[in-house]
């Protein structure tokens, strides 16, 4: 079993940064690969980034390449994702979510755990 945990979400006006923080404990943290998803009102749940257990590979949704940036801090069990220039289009809740493959999918049905979500809001 994995718990995952989100943080940092919030209200922000476009142009803003935000990063936001999953925590995770149970099986081994550096045994898996870790993944963040978002999903708007109406919409289905989209891939937004990706990390390997090492930290070593990275993968991004064209949507956010070059704005957002995944990294992974084993030491503490913790994904991050820092969110630069924020559009009104990235308001969304945003969920980690944990792939015990060691490289994980950008399909969130190939994902074994997921946390609650934290709502990002960004103004224009």
């Known amino acids: 079993q994995v718990q995952l945990k989100e943080s940092g979400g919030g209200l922000v006006q476009a142009g803003d940064s935000l990063r936001l923080s999953c925590a995770a404990s149970g099986r081994t943290f550096s045994n898996y690969g870790m993944g963040w998803f978002r999903q708007a009102p109406g919409k289905e749940r989209e891939f937004v980034a990706a990390?390997?257990?090492?930290?070593?590979?990275?993968y991004y949704a064209d949507s956010v390449k070059g704005r957002f940036t995944i990294s992974r801090f084993n030491a503490v069990n913790t994904v991050y994702l820092r969110m630069n220039s924020l559009k009104p289009e990235d308001t969304a809740v945003y969920y980690c979510a944990a792939d015990l493959n060691r490289v994980p999918s950008t399909s969130p049905h190939e994902y074994d755990y997921w946390g609650q979500g934290t709502q990002v809001t960004v103004s224009s």
């Open positions: 990390i390997s257990w090492s930290g070593g590979s990275t």
